[in-house]
């Protein structure tokens, strides 16, 4: 079983910085591609930015320069350094992960969602 637990969250003032983690734990044989949601109240759910495998990175447009993706292989863990921000980047943020296990000696992908982190930005 695999689980993804999000942490970081909170309220902060327009300019602050907050920084989201999400640990991947449980029978995992590999991570591939891994990336951050967001959902604001009414609006659907849009990527925040990804990183790959090898540590490629893209960027929504409307975080670009501001916030950073990264991720620790050996902990099987991925960041989100969030500078500058906005009343508009208030939102759940959901981390996603591309996870292998291997089930009667056959190895399955599928994509693990976490469980949600609420970020308010106050004006």
């Not at 999000?6 to 591939?32: D, K, P, T, W, Y």
């Amino acid at each position: 079983q695999v689980q993804l637990v999000e942490s970081g969250g909170g309220l902060v003032q327009a300019g602050g910085s907050l920084r989201l983690s999400c640990a991947a734990s449980g029978s995992i044989f590999s991570i591939n591609a891994m990336g951050w949601y967001r959902q604001a109240p009414g609006k659907l759910r849009e990527l925040v930015a990804a990183i790959n495998s090898g540590k490629g990175t893209n960027y929504a447009d409307s975080v670009m320069g501001r916030f950073t993706i990264s991720r620790d292989n050996a902990k099987g863990t991925l960041y989100l350094q969030m500078n500058s921000l906005k009343p508009e980047d208030t939102a759940v943020y959901y981390c996603n992960v591309q996870i292998s296990t291997v089930q009667a000696g056959t190895t399955k992908w599928r994509d693990y969602w976490g469980q949600g982190t609420q970020v308010t930005v106050s004006s």
